[in-house]
């Protein structure tokens, strides 16, 4: 089974990503890591407790960063993820499991250097966790078997930013923190808008799952609802999305993905803050461009989106 430490803000997509890792079966999850982003680092954290409490998850929950790198940590997207982050369902005044005794980013060396090359990061929240980790111990970079992030717009397929016209949230959330990522010699496969806006579950999808899928069925129902009507809001179309999903779905099987190699950049300050730009091919650029001696990473240029939402739907 694949080791897995996921790193995430729950949020409805993420919740709903975390229930697919923990159905698969070839996947051990080890921990999870938790970042600010669809809302503070407190809720983020006691979101990812109660779900490791509602659906039995062994793995351990260690709390990550409450603060980007550099820029400041904004106001929490509540019309998107609710007030309490998960839809606003009613949760529990006390959650029974409590946070690992270490932070996020140690925990991610920990483990990584207890399982040399075994250990898959699937990262679907802001790049922070991992920045730091690799800031600390660079040379964990060499010891990790695979790093999926749920991040970017790189433009491949018309689809914009979700934030700006060419920023995506997880990675504007802290521009700092994915460019250095990105600088490292670690193998990184980028899951962007560019796929995950395809992979989008209609309302009989949502509600086949419920009546299907049990607990969990029932639950990813409930937690969609105030989601579901925030993307009916901004589009004017029904179903959502699924963006943390697309990245385990790459983590499962990557063939339901086209993927390509370039050095990726992210534009740290001014109107296109947030911008992920992978080097094109083909293309002599002069010396000393921002992207010469970065490493190449791979980035989802398209992807079967039939077929992965009948992975989830069947996992
Ligand atoms: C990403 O931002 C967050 O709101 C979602 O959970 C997802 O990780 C989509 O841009
Ligand atoms: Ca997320």
Not at 25 to 36: F, K, Q, R, W, Y
Not at 69 to 88: A, C, F, K, Q
Not at 267 to 274: C, F, H, K, L
Request: glycine share 8%; proline share 8%.
């Amino acid at each position: 089974a694949k080791k897995v430490i996921y790193d995430t803000d729950p949020g409805v997509d993420d919740a709903m990503a975390l229930i697919f890792l923990d159905a698969a079966p070839d996947v051990e999850l080890v921990g999870i890591t938790t970042v600010l982003g669809n809302h503070r680092i407190d809720t983020t954290t006691r979101n990812a407790l109660f779900l490791k409490d509602y659906f039995n998850i062994a793995a351990p929950v260690a709390q990550g960063a409450g603060k980007p790198l550099v820029i400041d940590e904004g106001e929490p997207p509540v019309y998107v993820h609710g007030s309490n982050g998960l839809g606003d369902i009613p949760l529990p005044d006390i959650i029974r499991s409590k946070p690992h005794e270490l932070p996020a980013h140690r925990f991610i060396i920990e483990t990584v250097r207890a399982n040399p090359h075994e250990i898959s990061i699937v990262a679907v929240g802001r790049m922070t966790n991992l920045a730091l980790a690799l800031r600390e111990d660079p040379e964990i970079a060499a010891l990790v078997k695979e790093i999926v992030i749920m991040g970017g717009a790189f433009g491949y397929r018309g689809h914009g930013g979700n934030v700006t016209p060419v920023a995506e949230a997880n990675i504007i959330g802290d521009p700092h923190a994915a460019d250095e990522i990105f600088a490292a010699s670690w193998p990184i496969v980028v899951v962007g808008l560019d796929v995950t806006q395809e992979a989008v579950v209609s309302l009989t999808y949502l509600e086949q799952l419920r009546d299907t899928a049990g607990r969990a069925g029932q639950f990813i129902w409930d937690i969609s609802r105030f989601y579901e009507n925030f993307y009916f809001q901004s589009t004017g179309l029904p179903g959502f999305p699924v963006h943390d999903s697309s990245a385990v779905g790459y983590l499962l099987d990557p063939t339901l993905f086209t993927t390509r190699a370039g050095p990726i950049r992210v534009v740290t300050e001014g109107i296109a803050i947030g911008q992920t730009i992978q080097m094109p091919n083909n293309r002599s650029f002069p010396p000393g461009n921002a992207w010469e001696g970065r490493p190449d990473h791979l980035v989802c240029i398209d992807s079967d989106p039939e077929r992965f939402l009948k992975l989830y739907f069947d996992t």
